[in-house]
Every structure is written in structure tokens, then in C-alpha cells.
């Protein structure tokens, strides 16, 4: 199983992103992914989750309505668009590959890939 994101940059507040999450080794159409990210000093807390199996989505509150997680299964790659970015968004992100169900706790996720930082400047 390999996840490896991408897409991270510096953007000023406001402004967007796109990471992606390019995923090998195992039955996209089956398994959860998730988005996560970690802050200096601060524990990994989750971002966004898809679970194929159920189609469901599940995103925390802090990023409701400015982030969305997508697919692309015939790349098998995981999206997220972060638009509306804000300076407490900057994190390094990871995308992980869970079991089915959709979760935003890190611990549910055995898979990870190395992350990718995103800096919002004020």
C-alpha cells in the first residue's frame, strides 16, 4: 500500500489549493481515505474522509463548506480543494488509506503517505 500527496505551497489568505493523493497497492473502491493534517505543536487532527464503499464524505468543522474531498478511481487518486484558505489552515498534510468506514480519527488509519505542507500567509 502506498499513498504519496502532493500539492502543498505557499498561498496567501483566501486564496486556494488542490492536493492530490496518488494511492497504489490496494482496492481503491473499497477503503476509506482521508486527509489529515498536523500544525507545529499541535496533534494530527483529520480533515476530510471518503469512503467509496459507503459514498460517504465527512469533513471537520473547521473546514466545512471551503474544502472538498473527491476522486478520480481511474488514477486512483484522492483530491482535496482548499479554497477559502486561512492562516490556522497551515499544516503539513497527509492523506491516509483507513478500512471502509469514513473517520477523521488518525487512529483508524493504518497507511500513510508522507506529507505535503500547505503555508497561508495573513
Known amino acids: 500500500v502506498q499513498l504519496q500527496a502532493s500539492g502543498g505551497g505557499l498561498v496567501q489568505s483566501g486564496g486556494s489549493l488542490r492536493l492530490s493523493c496518488a494511492t497504489s497497492?490496494?482496492?481503491?473502491?473499497?477503503?476509506?481515505v482521508g486527509w489529515f493534517r498536523q500544525a507545529p505543536g499541535k496533534e494530527r487532527e483529520g480533515v476530510s474522509c471518503?469512503?467509496?464503499?459507503?459514498?460517504?464524505?465527512d469533513y471537520a468543522d473547521s473546514v466545512k463548506g471551503r474544502f472538498t474531498i473527491s476522486t478520480d478511481p481511474a488514477k486512483q487518486t484522492v483530491y482535496l480543494q482548499m479554497n477559502g484558505l486561512k492562516p490556522e489552515d497551515t499544516a503539513i498534510y497527509y492523506c491516509?488509506?483507513?478500512?471502509?468506514?469514513?473517520?477523521?480519527?488518525?487512529?483508524?488509519?493504518?497507511?500513510w503517505g508522507q506529507g505535503t505542507q500547505v503555508t497561508v500567509s495573513s
Open positions: 471518503f469512503s467509496p464503499s459507503f459514498g460517504t464524505t
Open positions: 497497492g490496494f482496492t481503491f473502491e473499497t477503503y476509506a
Open positions: 491516509a488509506r483507513g478500512i471502509i468506514k469514513c473517520s477523521l480519527q488518525p487512529d483508524s488509519f493504518r497507511y
